[in-house]
């Protein structure tokens, strides 16, 4: 129980720095180290498969995504001031943590009834097949726009007219 | 598994999602917007694993868990590539200077 709530408070660490730090490619970093303990506290959990694919696509593909787009994109550092005053901002998010608590928590701590012994591989590709089906159409359209809106900026071609020649040559 | 890591572990999701919305509501820049998605569904994925194990139906939990990922990686993926788009057209990533609706 120590390591997990040393994991899971390295995990917290990380995403505060991720939110806090003023540089976007430190930011990824550190959001890449909360990925990477997340993997680690989901396995410990029991989870061992989810930890994987967590630590391949959540910390290793997106991360790089992430510093593919920051290259693209440029370091923007300092912008000052806050979208929504702070105070704004804590009173809000206590609103939300308390409609979670209200609403999630006490069917969460329902004794469960009847327990399955279903295993993890036959849960994903046949209990839950549609979902699988439908995770590689995401991947396969996040890809497709991803790609099309990387795309350079078309410039339109000039058509050269008779009469804008002529204008060009007087 | 004992109740008390649980427990702990649906600390961890509360301050997660905690953060990840406190950095949706401050900040500006369009991609450290999409860091904070990111720490948001870092929660919801940890709270599938836990839901599962309490609920004693984990690989249920887990295989939901795993869509979350991915329908978030795609999210991530579809979101930079229009920041990128936004830079290049605007010329910053400020929400603030890029909105519309305040001139």
């Given at each position: 129980m120590v390591i997990q709530t040393l994991v899971l408070s390295g995990m917290l660490i990380c995403a505060l720095q991720a939110i806090r730090a003023p540089r976007l490619l430190v930011s990824a970093l550190w959001l890449a180290g909360c990925s990477a303990l997340l993997a680690l506290a989901i396995a410990l959990l029991g989870a061992p498969e989810v930890g994987v694919v967590e630590l391949s696509v959540g910390a290793g593909l997106v991360t790089i995504i992430f510093v593919f787009a920051i290259n693209i994109a440029g370091e923007e550092t300092a912008?000052?001031?806050?979208?929504?005053p702070r105070p704004l901002a804590w009173v809000l998010m206590g609103l939300f943590l308390f409609l979670l608590l209200w609403l999630t928590v006490p069917r969460l701590l329902i004794p469960a009834l009847n327990r399955d012994a279903l295993p993890f591989l036959r849960a994903v590709w046949e209990e839950r097949s549609l979902d699988t089906i439908l995770q590689v159409a995401l991947i396969f359209s996040a890809v497709l726009g991803s790609i099309g809106l990387l795309a350079d900026r078309r410039e339109p071609a000039r058509a050269e007219t008779p009469a804008r020649r002529a204008g060009g040559a007087q | 598994m004992t109740g008390s890591v649980w427990t702990i572990a649906i600390a961890a999701v509360l301050c997660l999602v905690a953060i990840g919305i406190y950095g949706l509501l401050i900040l500006r820049n369009l991609i450290k917007i999409v860091v904070a998605l990111q720490v948001f569904a870092k929660g919801t994925i940890l709270i599938m694993v836990v839901a599962g194990g309490m609920a004693g139906k984990p690989a249920i939990g887990q295989s939901l868990a795993i869509t979350v990922l991915v329908a978030d990686t795609a999210i991530t993926i579809v979101a930079l590539a229009l920041a990128i788009q936004v830079r290049r057209w605007?010329?910053?990533?400020?929400t603030r200077v890029i909105s519309t609706l305040r001139r």
């Open positions: 912008v000052a001031g806050a979208l929504v | 605007c010329g910053t990533l400020d």
